[in-house]
C-alpha cells in the first residue's frame, strides 16, 4: 500500500522517483480502508530535506498510510518557504482545537542542543505537545532533541553537554532482540550520530526507560518508554548517504568565520577522504525500524481511531 501526500509536495515526485508507492487524495478516497494516520511534528530547519527522509521510511511499509505535516504555532523558520508552509502544514494549535487523533506522531530533532530545555522559545508549547500525545496518539516517535526533550518532561532524565560534537558512523549493540521495535535486526549495526549532547545510560535506566540500542562510544541510542507509549532515538538512522556530508562542509564554512576546528565526521568517508563517496550501511536498519514501528501501530492502535489514548491495545483481525 502507498503513502498518502499531496501531489505537488515536493516528497511525492521524490519518492515516486525512488520507486516508492504515494498516492494523492483522490486516489487515496477510492479505497475502502482505514488508513493509518501518522504526524510529523517538524522542528527541524531543512523541512522539505526532512519530509523527504521520515515519508520514504515510513512510505515503505504495505499499509497506507495517510501523513500530515505539523509545526509549532508561534515559531518562524528561516530555512524553509513561508509558502511551502502555508500550503502542507497546520500549526499546533489548530490540530489540538481540532479534537483529531492519531495512530504516530513523529517529533524530529532542532539544531538547539546548547539550550536548556526551558529557554527553548517555544517549549511550553512543546509541552502540551507531549500532554496531548498521551490523549490523541497512539506512539510517539521522539528523534534526537525531540526524544531528549521527551525524556526529560516525562522522567526528568538529563541532557549533558559533551566537550566535542558527536559526528559520524558509530557501531551500535543490539540490547533487546526480542524487542517487536528490533525485528529482523542485526546484533549489531551502524547509525550516523550528529550531535553535541548525550543522555547517559545510568540514568535513563534509573528512569524505568529501557535501552534497546546502545554503543560503547557514544552511548544510548534507541529507548523504548512503554509508560508513555512512545520510542526515543537520540541518533539518526533517518539521515541520507550525504547528510553527514552537508553537515561537514556546512561546519567547515562556519568555521571560516568563527574559527572552531572542524573534525571530520568518523567512520564515514572511505578512508577518510571527504573526495570519496560515502556508502550507506544504515539504510536497511532504518527500513527496519521504523517498518516494525508502523507494523506495531497497526496490530495495537484501536481500528475505531476516535478510542485513541484510552489505552486500547485491540489487535486487529
Known sequence: MPIKLPSHLPAYNVLSNEGVMVMDED?????????????????????????NQFARLIGATPLQI??????????????????HLAEFYR???????????FDGLIITG????????????????L???????????????????????????????????????????????????????LRGFSDDLTMPVSRWTEMRKDEISAAGLDILLHSDEVGPALVQDSKH???????????????????????????Q????????????????????????????HAHLLYGNWVSELYETAPYDISKIGQESTDRRG
Open 27 to 51: 486516489q487515496a478516497t477510492r479505497q475502502d480502508i482505514r488508513p493509518m494516520r501518522i504526524g510529523l511534528l517538524n522542528l527541524m530547519p531543512k523541512k522539505i530535506q526532512t519530509e
Open 66 to 83: 495517510e501523513f500530515s505535516l505539523i509545526r509549532m504555532s508561534n515559531h518562524r523558520t528561516r530555512n524553509t518557504a513561508a509558502e
Open 91 to 101: 500549526p499546533f494549535d489548530a490540530v489540538k482545537a481540532s479534537g483529531e487523533t
Open 110 to 125: 532542532a539544531p538547539i542542543e546548547h539550550l536548556p530545555f526551558e529557554d527553548v522559545d517555544y517549549w511550553q508549547e
Open 127 to 181: 509541552c502540551e505537545v507531549f500532554d496531548w500525545t498521551q490523549t490523541n496518539v497512539h506512539s510517539t516517535f521522539g528523534v534526537c532533541w525531540g526524544g531528549m526533550a521527551m525524556a526529560h518532561y516525562f522522567h526528568g532524565v538529563k541532557k549533558h553537554l559533551l566537550e566535542s560534537k558527536l559526528f559520524g558512523c558509530y557501531r551500535h549493540m543490539n540490547f533487546r532482540p526480542q524487542s517487536p521495535y
Open 229 to 255: 507509549r512512545a520510542l526515543y532515538i537520540f541518533n539518526h538512522l533517518e539521515y541520507d548517504s550525504n547528510t553527514l556530508g552537508e553537515e561537514y562542509q556546512r561546519d567547515l564554512a562556519s568555521n
Open 257 to 284: 568565520i568563527e574559527g572552531a576546528e572542524i573534525a571530520l565526521p568518523v567512520n564515514y568517508y572511505p578512508q577518510d577522504d571527504p573526495s570519496k563517496a560515502p556508502s550507506n550501511r544504515w539504510r536497511s
